[in-house]
């Protein structure tokens, strides 16, 4: 059964840091671009961060560049996001998915499996 699942999400104040983790199994993933998306309240999914499956190439959304880094460890068959100087804006449930090529991409659609989320809180 293939099956990716989130954690490391959580409450923290305005300007701190969390790292999200997404561990994969019952599937080889190293072979496949990785991602990372959002959902605020009331909001749409939303594309946050991608990574190529080697990790040589990663893509982030504007809001969020220069304050998050995704990271991969193929070994693991897991995927980071690490997120510092947080928002409230950044309030949300965050997805990882994997892809169905070894490239990243920001399209919802190209990502076969998806992860049950996390919540992210921050406070003002």
């Given at each position: 059964?293939?099956q990716l699942?989130e954690s490391?999400g959580?409450?923290?104040?305005?300007?701190g840091?969390?790292r999200l983790?997404?561990?994969?199994s019952?599937?080889?993933?190293?072979?496949?671009?990785r991602?990372?998306f959002?959902?605020?309240?009331?909001?749409?999914?939303?594309?946050?961060?991608?990574?190529?499956w080697?990790?040589?190439?990663?893509?982030?959304?504007?809001?969020?560049k220069?304050?998050?880094?995704?990271?991969?460890?193929n070994?693991?068959?897991?995927?980071?996001l690490?997120?510092?100087s947080?928002?409230p804006?950044?309030?949300?449930v965050?997805?990882?998915a994997?892809?169905?090529?070894?490239?990243?991409?920001?399209?919802?659609?190209?990502?076969?499996y998806?992860?049950q989320?996390?919540?992210?809180?921050?406070?003002?």
């Amino acid at each position: 059964q293939v099956q990716l699942v989130e954690s490391g999400g959580g409450l923290v104040q305005a300007g701190g840091s969390l790292r999200l983790s997404c561990a994969a199994s019952g599937r080889t993933f190293s072979r496949y671009g990785r991602g990372w998306f959002r959902q605020a309240p009331g909001k749409e999914r939303e594309f946050v961060a991608s990574i190529t499956w080697l990790g040589g190439s990663t893509y982030y959304v504007d809001s969020v560049k220069g304050r998050f880094t995704i990271s991969r460890d193929n070994a693991k068959n897991t995927v980071y996001l690490q997120m510092n100087s947080l928002k409230p804006d950044d309030t949300a449930v965050y997805y990882c998915a994997s892809s169905n090529s070894s490239s990243y991409s920001i399209h919802q659609s190209d990502y076969r499996y998806w992860g049950q989320g996390t919540q992210v809180t921050v406070s003002s």
